[in-house]
């Protein structure tokens, strides 16, 4: 196992080299830079600001003193967008908000995705189980950029119970809204996998065993059918995971959260090169890392995995 | 003109010694005085040499005082100077300084907080995007500066003593005073600046000269600003604290507005006549100083067809403006026949011929100078309008479009990303692109100044008469006339299809007072600001 582990950062810090030198090309290639604006900037004011942000260098010359103060210096540059920050301090403003509303999103997301889509398989062909797949179907069919404005328009201006954005670190009102909205779909995507696992690991040898042996059901399911029957939703969960507490973007524009899924968007939009590529390392990482949690996960789950 | 200006400079700095919130008698204000604002997008910077977006330059008005103020019509009001001179040869502005104007920190602000300020916007050290602003601005050797050949402290300004400040030009420049109401030429505390470096427009580092001081910040979140008791006309103002609320979406900024967390928000487009008539008193236009064009590229890379000016003439005529802006945009915009904004001070549209014609005249007359430039249905024009991503821009598009469908011309439509079309605009790289102008200052030049031969000029139209023209006004004592001229000329030449002026539509609280909803410039200063009790 431990082998297994180190083997897999041997491979993750290639990966995550080779993503930064195809994003740093790509996006140099994209038309337009950070200080293309509608009134084209004087040559000479032009050359002052490439000069102080080193874009009068030829591609390459940049892309190695940006990858060099990356991997010596832990220095992702300053803004273009905020010229008062480095990339840094915009992470640091933005990561942690993403990181609490996403963290709390994922546990809701689990916990009721996988109850709901438990149930609908024990009580199969059931009302519940219709229940569960109607509201699964009808919360995955609803998009976030519907149902955020829905949220607001009614917890805000009909109810006036919660606050229509923005963000508090001392008052949780405020991550009511964006957990809800980020947590829908996850949570209907978990359902459906864990009820068409569950029903698949229900019908198999192991438990009609257990059941022979007489346990009572709860044991039966909880024991021996949910371990199982969870694999399928650990792989879709590593992603999820990543993508949840990376930020969206339709989060943190309806809830103006100033989350990173936002920054990471305007960034690439404005050709802001050091945010975007700050996150997209931050979010590379993040993903190659859980790709390896899950992993771990799986063999713990499953004695038949060996590393 | 300048004459003009400085007896208006001198009459007020008489007549208004403190132009802060002016509440007439008998009004009766509410206990409670805060304002909470909406903000579209993060606040990028709150220094005055790095800030480049309009709800930037919203927050450092508040934050910091320039040498003059707008008052709620956009005239030019008295700030941290109080009058000035100007030298016979129009090259030498003098001002006085106002003795009692302090920090947030308590420093006095002299003379050398502007020499520093502005030197420091136009060093190449400082990399600011607006040091071009310093160059519009005339100011001795500014270009000179910022290409790195002459030193920052050879910029024609010099604090003669700590409340004079001497501005050399290095040609007469009549709009010189309209600049600086502008945020890049705010002073900035040089003690400050160097102590802290970038860190210093934090909250609770930055040390400013305005109405109001910084109290908190959280990028894309929100921003507020708390009375700034130092300013030396505090006890005139009366707003104590106001937050600016970043709502990323405008849909969600009206609900907003509607649940009573925001006092002023932007209709979305389409929606101000339903909400004037369910709110009357606060749903409200007011004209901005931005204007909207399809701009023709007649440059090389451009396609012949444009190249005349009778297709250019017909494709302008064919535009039916007022079904864009009853129909369309229904904001209190107004149909363009000029490209500088019809609400800018002093400024006087020609008469135009095509303006006083019913549309199916203009038509008619459209489909008669195309056809006489030979095309017509056995040689369709086909074109392609480029616009940037945006609902309201598509709208218009697809209208277009449709407009000169009706002239036989088959128009494709191109939406790209806003950097990929500014950088075709920038290098010639379409065919008819969608474009707007906003005036940097109170004054026809600022529009009139885009079409010069070396204006930023997208589609490379030239006219030497034009060029001429605008190099006079430079000088003029009265500019009304070569303006007029100048937009005569764009008229008969049609190097773009001028579609609407811009206006604001808002959504304001009735009992919010003191903005200044006749400035086409649309800049409100909080200090200027109160709310009424209801």
Redesign the interface.
Same mark, same amino acid.
């Given at each position: 196992m431990f082998g297994f582990i180190l083997r897999r950062f041997a491979v993750a810090i290639p990966t995550l080299l080779l993503l930064i030198v195809a994003s740093f090309l790509l996006m140099h290639m994209?038309?337009?830079?950070p200080?293309?604006?509608?009134? /084209? =900037?004087?040559p000479?004011?032009l /050359? *002052?600001?490439n000069?102080?942000?080193g874009l009068d260098q030829p591609v390459l010359v940049q892309l190695w003193n940006y990858l060099s103060g990356v991997v010596f210096r832990f220095d992702f540059g300053p803004s273009f &967008?905020?010229?008062?920050?480095t990339v840094n301090q915009?992470i640091a403003?933005?990561f942690p908000v993403t990181l609490t509303y996403g963290m709390i999103s994922f546990v809701v997301a689990v916990l009721v995705g996988c109850a709901l889509g438990t149930a609908a398989a024990i009580r199969h062909n059931t009302w519940l189980d219709y229940l569960a797949v109607g509201i699964s179907i009808g919360a995955q069919v609803l998009p976030n950029f519907v149902m955020?404005?829905i949220l #607001?328009?009614v917890f805000? =201006?009909i109810l006036?119970w919660l606050?229509?954005?923005?963000?508090s670190w001392s008052d949780p009102a405020f991550w009511i809204m964006p957990v809800i909205a980020l947590s829908t779909s996850y949570m209907a995507s978990i359902a459906r996998i864990t009820r068409a696992s569950m029903l698949e690991v229900l019908s198999s040898n192991h438990i009609r065993t257990a059941r022979a042996k007489g346990l009572p059901e709860s044991k039966v399911i909880l024991r021996h059918a949910l371990k199982p029957a969870l694999l399928p939703v650990i792989s879709y969960l590593g992603p999820a995971f990543v993508s949840m507490i990376t930020g969206s973007v339709v989060i943190?524009?309806?809830f103006?959260?100033?989350?990173i899924g936002?920054?990471f968007v305007d960034s690439a939009?404005?050709?802001d090169y050091a945010v975007m590529m700050g996150v997209t390392i931050l979010i590379g990482a993040l993903t190659i890392l859980f790709s390896l949690v899950v992993d771990i996960l799986y063999a713990w789950i499953d004695p038949k995995i060996r590393y | 003109m300048t004459k003009f200006l400085i007896t208006t400079a001198l009459a007020l700095s008489f007549a208004l010694p403190a132009v802060a919130a002016s509440v007439p008698e008998g009004t009766k204000l509410a206990d409670k005085q805060e304002y909470n604002f909406w903000l579209l997008d993060?606040i990028?910077?709150?220094?005055p040499a790095?800030n480049?977006d309009v709800e930037g330059s919203d927050i450092l008005r508040q934050l910091f005082e320039g040498l003059y103020n707008e008052d709620d019509k956009g005239a030019m009001v008295p700030g941290v100077a109080t009058d000035y001179t100007l030298s016979d040869d129009k090259l030498t502005y003098t001002f006085k300084l106002r003795p009692e104007a302090k920090w947030s920190n308590g420093d006095p602000v002299t003379a050398n907080d502007f020499v520093y300020a502005w030197r420091r916007v136009a060093d190449?050290?400082?990399?600011?995007?607006y040091?071009?602003f310093i160059?519009l601005m005339n100011i001795e050797n500014a270009?000179a500066v #910022?290409?790195?050949e002459k030193k920052p402290e050879e910029l024609g300004v010099k604090a003669l003593d700590d409340h004079t400040l001497e501005v050399k030009l290095s040609t007469p420049t009549p709009y010189l005073i309209k600049t600086l109401a502008h945020a890049s030429t705010f002073p900035v505390n040089q003690k400050v600046v160097e102590a802290e470096g970038?860190?210093w427009?934090?909250p609770g580092k930055l040390v400013g000269n305005g109405a109001y001081v910084l109290t908190g910040h *959280?990028?894309?979140?929100?921003i507020t600003l708390e009375k700034n008791d130092n300013y030396w006309d505090a006890a005139n103002t009366i707003i104590t604290k106001a937050k600016g $609320?970043?709502? *990323?979406?405008i849909? $969600?900024g009206l609900?907003?507005y509607?649940?009573g967390?925001l006092d002023r928000v932007d209709i979305p487009a389409g929606q101000y006549p339903r909400l004037k008539e369910s709110n009357p008193e606060e749903a409200i236009t007011t004209p901005l100083a931005c204007s909207y064009a399809y701009i023709f590229n007649v440059s090389d890379k451009g396609p012949e067809a444009l190249k005349d000016v009778r297709v250019r003439k017909a494709l302008s005529l064919a535009v039916n403006r007022d079904v864009i802006v009853d129909k369309v945009l229904q904001g209190g915009q107004k149909p363009a026949w000029t490209w500088t904004h019809w609400a800018i001070e002093g400024f006087e549209a020609p008469e135009n011929a095509d303006e006083a014609k019913t549309q199916e005249q203009r038509l008619e007359e459209a489909k008669a100078l195309l056809a006489e430039a030979g095309y017509g249905p056995d040689n369709p024009l086909n074109l392609t309008i480029q616009y940037n991503t945006s609902e309201d821009h598509k709208k218009l598009a697809v209208a277009v479009q449709q407009f000169w469908k009706q002239l036989g011309v088959n128009v494709t439509l191109n939406n790209v &990303?806003?950097? #990929?079309h500014?950088?075709?605009l920038?290098n010639q790289d379409f065919e008819v692109a969608r474009?707007?102008?906003c005036g940097d200052f109170n004054e026809a030049s600022t529009f009139l100044d885009w079409f010069r031969t070396d204006g930023?000029n997208s589609g490379k139209w030239s006219n030497a008469e034009y060029d001429k023209l605008m190099a006079d006004a430079k000088t003029a004592e009265d500019t009304k006339p070569i303006y007029k001229r100048a937009e005569e000329i764009l008229a008969a030449e049609a190097p773009a299809a001028f579609v609407y002026h811009y206006a604001n539509a808002d959504m304001i609280r009735k009992d919010v007072k003191g903005l200044p909803l006749d400035n086409v410039m649309n800049d409100w200063y909080l200090k200027d600001m109160y709310r009424v009790a209801e």
């Open positions: 994209a038309p337009g830079g200080f293309t604006q509608e009134r /084209a =900037l004087p000479q004011v /050359a *002052n600001i000069a102080k942000y &967008e905020y010229p008062d920050r915009v403003a933005g955020a404005p #607001v328009l805000t =201006l006036g606050p229509g954005g923005g963000w943190d524009m309806y103006s959260t100033g989350g936002k920054a939009l404005n050709r | 993060a990028k910077s709150t220094d790095k480049t190449p050290a400082t990399a600011s995007e040091a071009w160059e270009t #910022v290409k790195g970038d860190a427009t934090q *959280n990028l894309g979140v929100d $609320i970043t709502v *990323n979406d849909n $969600i609900t907003r509607q649940s967390e &990303e806003w950097k #990929v500014t950088d075709r920038q474009y707007a102008w930023y």
